[in-house]
Every structure is written in structure tokens, then in C-alpha cells.
């Protein structure tokens, strides 16, 4: 499956997350390679677990965990961008506190995964249509974790309205700060999956940071997403 991979040299400083706590890849999945993640939503033999989101308050639609092996594409993106988000991540890890270096590969970090028991996939394609959403939530799936994720949004702008990704900030003694984003299909958006740090006036402060999907007012809206440790 064809795709490209578009980062921008700023991406490195994290200049984007430290300022908004987001970043975005414009064109990181061509159209062709979209529609055929697109098409495996309807293998279940794909996918390790389907969730309903109603059933758990999560909020409607539905996602399902891709099982190992992953297919190709989603394998090589989630290779590829782990080393492209290594330096980025670990800046954040430092100025939040944290002393246990990120491996310097995927394959180190899911071992890593492996060894605190957890070995379950983690990467998921999502699907909603009229009505559905996500609530603002966390990606928390054990004690070793990875502090960025990705989503890739699959479906043309055009087959939906509504359902922009949705950030949230919320710090100490602080309103909580949303961001509604439209992404153009195949591009990605990085995110801080639990904290990030804030500059402060004693140095570093932690933010809690959420995702999730605003409502999908008519068609249905796909998405494909990337996380780069394993569940429990």
C-alpha cells in the first residue's frame, strides 16, 4: 500500500506541541492508501477486539483493535513515525520529570511493553456515522506508554459534517482550553496522549491533555489510529 510521510524540520523542536499541544502532517496518507484502510474495517479477522462505544459511554460509533500481525501499511507508519517522534518524545519525558529513556526503536519499546505484560495491539482503525462522536478521553493501556499518538483522519472532508478532532488542555488554577481541528484526509495529528509540559515560572508544569471527536452531523467519517505501545 502506498503512502508518503511529509515532516516538516520544526517538528524536531517540538515548536507545535509546546505551543498548542498538537502538531500536524499534512499528507501523510495518500488517497489510494486510504481507501484501503478504509476497506479493512470489513475483515474482522483483522481485529483483535470491536468496541461499541454506546455500550461504554465512550460515545457512538465503532472502533476495532487491529490483532498482530499488523497489515503492512499500518506496520511500516507506526515504524516510521516512532522514529520520527523518538527525539520530540523524549524532550517531553525530560522536562516532565520522567528518568526511564525511550528505547531507541519500536521493536525495543513493544519488547519493553511485553516484558510489563502487556502485549495486545494497540492501533485501531474508527468509524462514525450521523450522530456519532468520541468523548474527550485518555489512551491509557498500562504502565509503559509512549507520550504521543497519532490519528490520520481516512474519509474525504467532503463524505462528512462535523466530527473535528477535538483537543483539550487543563492546567492548574486554569479553564480548560479546547481546539476543534478539520483534517484533510490523509493527514495525520500528533498528539500528547496524557501530559505534556507547560513552561512555568518554577520551570516545567504538567498539563492533562484529552482528545476526541465532535459530532458527526450527516455522512460517516473513518480514521485511522497509531499508538506506539501495547495494551494490557
Not at 51 to 80: K, N, Q, T, W
Not at 103 to 117: I, K, T, W, Y
Not at 169 to 195: D, F, K, W, Y
Request: proline residues 5%; neutral net charge; charged residues 25%.
Amino acid at each position: 500500500m502506498p503512502f508518503t510521510v511529509c515532516f516538516h524540520e520544526r517538528m524536531g523542536t517540538s515548536e507545535d506541541l509546546d505551543r498548542q499541544g498538537y502538531t500536524r502532517l499534512p499528507q501523510l496518507l495518500d488517497p489510494g492508501a486510504c481507501e484501503e484502510l478504509i476497506a479493512l474495517f470489513s475483515r474482522p479477522e483483522l481485529f483483535r477486539k470491536t468496541i461499541a462505544m454506546e455500550e461504554h459511554a465512550y460515545g457512538a460509533g465503532r472502533y476495532r483493535y487491529f490483532d498482530y500481525p499488523l497489515p503492512d501499511a499500518v506496520e511500516s507508519l507506526r515504524e516510521r513515525l516512532y522514529r520520527q517522534l523518538l527525539p520530540t518524545a523524549r524532550s517531553v519525558c525530560e522536562r516532565l520529570g520522567e528518568t526511564d529513556a525511550l528505547p531507541d526503536s519500536l521493536g525495543a519499546m513493544l519488547q519493553r511493553c511485553r516484558e510489563a505484560g502487556q502485549a495486545r495491539a494497540t492501533p485501531l482503525l474508527l468509524h462514525y456515522t450521523r450522530d456519532g462522536y468520541n468523548r474527550m478521553h485518555q489512551d491509557v493501556y498500562g504502565a509503559v506508554s509512549f507520550p504521543l499518538q497519532l490519528t490520520v483522519l481516512l474519509s474525504r472532508p467532503s463524505d462528512f459534517e462535523g466530527g473535528e478532532f477535538l483537543v483539550s488542555e487543563s492546567r492548574a488554577r486554569m479553564q480548560t482550553r479546547t481546539e476543534a481541528i478539520q483534517l484533510e484526509q490523509g493527514e495525520g495529528i500528533v498528539v500528547a496522549n496524557t501530559l505534556r509540559p507547560v513552561a512555568s515560572k518554577r520551570g516545567w508544569a504538567r498539563a492533562q491533555m484529552r482528545h476526541g471527536v465532535s459530532r458527526v452531523r450527516d455522512g460517516e467519517r473513518y480514521a485511522l489510529g497509531i499508538l506506539f505501545h501495547d495494551s494490557e
